[in-house]
């Protein structure tokens, strides 16, 4: 309803606007804005006029000028009066929808690489991560206090991950000096630029000394539903960091959200589950894994794909555009013949345009219809290549343990340097490592497994999902692990489904690396 100029002045420092009708909430406790978002789906007013009756009746006041309280005694009180208003206009809801306007975002720091992945593994989150291709990293990794009690386990452990990071600093001023030697100065407008480049070529290859342990820095952004499942799968963990990170990101992300992530805790379906199937695991499966090349075109194999793949989406894309059930659709384009079906598919597709040039090119994503057709991939992928493709998380993926048994790939920059000899070195003595320790703890020896070690992944994309992942992780600019395993997945799609493929945007060429001198 239309306010009144005092009306207006009073909800103006929390809108961007008090007239339009699209604005912008500003200034609000999270827990108050996912409040207000619920009330459009009990109230026939508009938030604007909610809104001015919470400010009206003092319940929101004293918590969006807490800040501006002096007194001890008053900021308790206003502290028990938003806990009262949280707890009857959130809780009283009963839904958990109401937790998805409510937003959290999250600095986890000195975490190390094995907790970022789990941390990292929620969908509906967004993360930023340090990066191990572009930034030197310190001698700094979890340090597995509860290996305490086992002397030889705890000397072990040390002795290994401070053996990796010796060499990691040794190398890096080496390899940058190297790649100095034969880079183009022309390309770069400061000196500082391409030093910069050439360590960062450095940090590339050397990165795949750094061991799981290692510590790491991430950005998150969540609503509170997604945070509080994200925490209580933390906390269900079988490893001590991840389940003291969660403890830590639950005591903070309260000080913001504390109604809306409430039931955040242990989750015995979560924490039992994974001991079972594995025992269950080791009693029903033999045999050992095998080493294959992962540049030879045998990391990658499609398990699963419709074999009617191009007549299912000829079908979903022709149901969309027609007033008949799905049955009806499918008997009639079973019906049609198979250049009938691409026609379809043709002409849906027809019109994506390229924007752009080069490595920054930018393709229309296809429409929605491709979601319909699933394919389930089998990967084996260095764990350093694995921790950029994680990040498709829209697809379904199961992980498996990171252990040394798969091998592990060597850099071609630290081959052509001619630090091969001492690569394979420091993997070996991390693969003992890895053997002794996992006797007694085979969930604290993934901390020793360096980035260069393989892991195995299950993925399963819809068509659409595939478009994203082949072209954005085959280009240029991408590193060439993760390259070769988005042209591996494309080729799988391509042997099984020509025609499909040839509308995904990829980059097959293999570019050439400039030889160190």
Request: charged share 25%; proline share 5%.
């Amino acid at each position: 309803m239309p306010l009144t100029p005092e009306e207006r002045a009073l909800v103006a420092p929390y809108v961007t606007s008090s007239d339009s009708p699209v604005f912008v909430l500003k200034n609000l406790p999270e827990e108050v804005v996912a409040v207000l978002f619920a009330y459009y789906s009990r109230s026939r007013d508009d938030l604007r006029t909610n809104l001015l009756r919470l400010l009206k009746d003092q319940e929101l006041a004293v918590m969006a000028g807490e800040a501006a309280i002096e007194n001890e005694a008053d900021l308790l009180l206003a502290r028990q009066k938003a806990k009262e208003f949280h707890e009857k206009w959130v809780v009283g809801y009963g839904h958990a929808s109401v937790a998805e306007h409510a937003v959290a975002h999250v600095a986890i720091e000195e975490v190390s690489m094995v907790a970022s992945k789990v941390i990292e593994d929620a969908r509906l989150a967004s993360y930023t991560e340090k990066s191990t291709r572009y930034v030197p990293f310190p001698r700094a990794y979890y340090a597995a206090p509860e290996l305490q009690n086992d002397g030889a386990g705890a000397t072990t452990y040390r002795t290994s991950i401070e053996g990796l990071f010796t060499l990691y600093e040794e190398l890096l001023p080496q390899v940058t000096e190297k790649v100095m030697v034969t880079a183009d100065r022309g390309q770069f407008k400061t000196e500082r630029g391409f030093q910069n480049s050439c360590q960062a070529q450095a940090c590339d290859a050397l990165r795949y000394l750094l061991p799981a342990a290692t510590h790491t820095n991430i950005g998150l952004t969540a609503n509170a539903r997604t945070l509080e499942h994200l925490i209580s799968k933390m906390l269900s963990h079988p490893l001590a960091e991840i389940r003291e990170t969660g403890e830590r990101v639950r005591v903070e992300a309260t000080k913001v959200i504390p109604t809306l992530i409430k039931y955040a805790r242990r989750n015995d379906y979560m924490a039992d589950t994974p001991i079972a199937l594995r025992s269950l695991a080791a009693e029903l499966l033999t045999g050992t894994p095998e080493r294959l090349s992962t540049d030879a075109g045998e990391a990658v194999r499609l398990l699963v794909s419709p074999p009617d793949a191009e007549a299912r989406l000829a079908t979903a894309i022709l149901y969309e555009f027609s007033d008949l059930p799905y049955e009806r659709v499918r008997e009639q384009v079973a019906d049609l013949p198979a250049d009938a079906h691409q026609r379809v598919i043709a002409e849906y597709l027809a019109r994506r345009k390229t924007y752009g040039s080069g490595d920054h090119g930018y393709t229309d994503p296809p429409l929605r219809s491709l979601e319909h057709l699933y394919f389930t991939y089998d990967i084996l992928v260095d764990y350093g290549a694995f921790r950029d493709i994680q990040r498709h998380r829209m697809a379904t993926q199961t992980t498996q343990r990171l252990t040394c048994a798969h091998g592990y790939d060597v850099p071609e920059l630290l081959d052509q340097c001619g630090f091969r000899p001492q690569f394979e070195e420091a993997m070996e003595k991390a693969a003992a490592a890895f053997s002794a320790l996992s006797v007694d703890h085979p969930e604290e020896a993934q901390y020793v497994v360096p980035l260069a070690y393989r892991k195995r992944v299950l993925f399963t994309w819809n068509l659409r999902q595939l478009h994203h992942f082949i072209s954005l992780r085959s280009a240029r600019q991408g590193h060439i692990s993760y390259r070769r395993i988005a042209q591996q997945v494309y080729a799988e799609l391509e042997r099984a489904h020509p025609f499909l493929a040839s509308f995904v945007r990829v980059d097959m060429n293999d570019y050439e690396m400039a030889r160190p001198g």
